[in-house]
């Protein structure tokens, strides 16, 4: 923002100050929603032909060619829905959980640059805003549960406080594995260290053994955080009808439906920017063609981390609620905490190859440890008939 | 092998098969689009009856003979037999309605026809906005040509052509072998006057 500033008074130096803060301040604002609303657009429409495709069936497509605007339609449509409010609900609660619900997730993406340089913000505890705005959510979560006065909506929402309180641990604690070894809490830095190596490519924190291990408890983590399958307990339409949104309906239920996947898309991006190598790639760096290359990288891997996650819902059931408070527990928070003693060992031992067999060693280890004292709470092998 | 998240990984890689597989064959989507797919009904599947024409619809193969009419368990079928101008019948329908809001798609009527006129349709898209007149099938609604029937149900419009056709063969040769008969008796007794019973040409052609 400061550099949008400093460019736009340098541009126009006869245009009065306050104009061009104001500017500063609304040119990263119309870049978050412009692009990224967008993005929420089109993953509801992908997601939903994606998952037709996985299921043998044919998506929407109805509207316009190829069914491209169905978002267009699926938001008239909602717009023009009865917004009803329950008798007992808690009125002021009621509406503000759905307005709360969106906040965090645009505030996450204040911290995720794009391009070298490009970052609405560039906190210097970036991570740590990241990742502690990012749980804000479960505030308006549990509002929006509170308020419909619904046992559905309750269930749904302590379920989700219990989750994202759970899953908070290990997500931190993977992240903290990249603060260490980056040494700094600065998205930008961050991505600057993953560069250079081969191609840009081969510095990307998940080609090493702990970061490696620190991607797959972050990815998990983010489903877990923004309520994604399998993890999607607390609003297990099976279950619970619609948990915390139950007695939502109208604009309302779309904005708890934007708030999710504005989350989902905000963890995506936190995962590409730790351990991705962010907008790293082959051709970025700075300059205007650099920084386009650098853009096309970022939004590459986001969309891919958003296919990922697509493909998980597609496949993976619901966890049941032991299953998830126990993975949460006894799987990925000693996994994490291994995974911080491998980052200090990586830093300490010298050289490379002695570091690299022995965090490989050290976290193999430990996943075969954990694997065997879990054993017991894996299922069966059943057997299916059509598979 | 098996190993931690073998199952999940298994899982992946099948619903990746899937989402791959839909694109390159398109055998797997089972999706009929339906306003421009349809699927071919089954012959034996009914909806509503309708009167079949041979060459045209000035002449169904309908005669009027309200058996239908009579046998129509809930009354949905009233029909008007044509006559000239003296009033002589005319062996073929002038109003011919069946009321599809009542129709209860028994299949009575088709059993009972004489004539094999009345068939049932298998056309499913009967939808209309008006309670009344709209369900209400009139004659040019009904009529629908031979080769229609044949379209729709193959088989049995097959056995039904074929028996029509025994059946005007079987007549041909009756009404022959009968004119032969009465040349034999007209040569044995020159001058005797013509028989009394010697068969009349059907008014109207039932086949």
């Known amino acids: 923002m400061e550099k949008i500033y400093q460019l736009l008074h340098a541009l126009l130096p006869s245009v009065p100050v306050w104009t061009v803060w104001i500017a500063a301040f609304l040119i990263p604002i119309g870049f978050i929603f412009g692009v990224y609303l967008t993005i929420f657009a089109f993953t509801t429409l992908v997601e939903r032909k994606a998952l037709g495709r996985i299921q043998n069936r044919y998506g929407p497509n109805r509207v316009g060619p190829f069914g491209i605007l169905q978002p267009m339609a699926d938001g008239l449509k909602i717009l023009l829905k009865e917004d009803i409010v329950p008798r007992a609900a808690d009125k002021f609660s009621h509406f503000l959980a759905p307005v709360l619900i969106v906040v965090p997730g645009l505030l996450v993406y204040l911290v995720v640059p794009v391009a070298p340089g490009m970052v609405a913000v560039d906190l210097k505890i970036g991570v740590l805003f990241a990742l502690a705005v990012g749980t804000v959510s479960v505030i308006a979560l549990f509002m929006a549960g509170w308020a419909s006065r619904n046992k559905f909506s309750l269930l749904g929402a302590m379920r989700a406080v219990a989750q994202v309180v759970s899953y908070e641990v290990p997500t931190v604690m993977a992240g903290v594995a990249v603060i260490m070894a980056a040494g700094t809490l600065s998205t930008l830095t961050i991505v600057e260290r993953q560069g250079g190596g081969i191609l840009n490519i081969s510095n990307w924190y998940v080609f090493r053994p702990w970061g490696l291990v620190g991607f797959v408890l972050f990815v998990i983590g983010g489903l877990a955080e923004s309520a994604r399958c399998p993890f999607d307990l607390p609003e297990a339409e099976s279950e619970l009808i619609g948990g915390y949104h139950t007695e939502y309906s109208g604009f309302k239920f779309a904005l708890f439906q934007m708030g999710e996947y504005l989350a989902g898309m905000a963890m995506a991006g936190v995962t590409v920017t730790l351990f991705l190598g962010g907008y790293m790639g082959p051709g970025s760096g700075p300059g205007l063609v650099g920084g386009l290359i650098s853009m096309f990288w970022f939004f590459g891997k986001l969309t891919g981390m958003i296919a990922l996650n697509i493909w998980i819902r597609g496949t993976w059931p619901r966890l049941r609620v032991d299953q998830l408070m126990g993975f949460a527990w006894k799987v990925l928070l000693p996994l994490a905490l291994v995974n911080i003693v491998a980052v200090g060992l990586w830093h300490f031992l010298t050289p490379r190859p002695v570091a690299w067999v022995v965090t490989t060693g050290w976290l193999a280890i430990w996943v075969v440890v954990l694997t065997k004292c879990n054993a017991g709470a894996a299922l069966e092998k059943r057997e299916y008939r059509y598979i | ?207």
């Open chain 2, 1 to 207: 092998m098996n190993y931690p998240g073998k199952g999940l990984v298994d899982g992946l890689a099948v619903t990746a098969r899937n989402f791959v597989g839909s694109y390159f064959y398109t055998d797997r989507l089972t999706t009929v689009q339906y306003p421009e797919e349809r699927v071919q009904t089954p012959e034996n599947s009914r909806t509503f009856p309708f009167l079949v024409f041979d060459e045209s619809p000035d002449k169904p193969r309908c005669t009027a003979c309200k058996i239908c009419e009579v046998e129509c368990p809930p009354k949905c079928i009233y029909i008007v037999m044509d006559r000239d101008e003296k009033g002589k019948p005319r062996q073929q329908p002038k109003i011919f309605d069946i009321d599809i809001s009542v129709c209860m798609q028994c299949q009575i009527c088709v059993e009972v026809c004489p004539f094999e006129s009345i068939k049932m349709d298998n056309d499913y898209e009967k939808s209309r906005y008006g309670r009344f007149n709209e369900l209400m099938l009139r004659l040019p609604d009904l009529l629908k040509s031979n080769e229609y029937y044949r379209q729709i149900k193959p088989t049995e419009a097959a056995a039904v052509d074929a028996k029509l056709k025994a059946e005007a063969e079987a007549k041909a040769a009756k009404k022959a072998a009968a004119a032969a008969v009465a040349a034999a008796k007209a040569a044995a007794s020159p001058p005797a006057t013509p028989p009394p019973a010697s068969p009349k040409p059907p008014e109207g052609s039932a086949a």
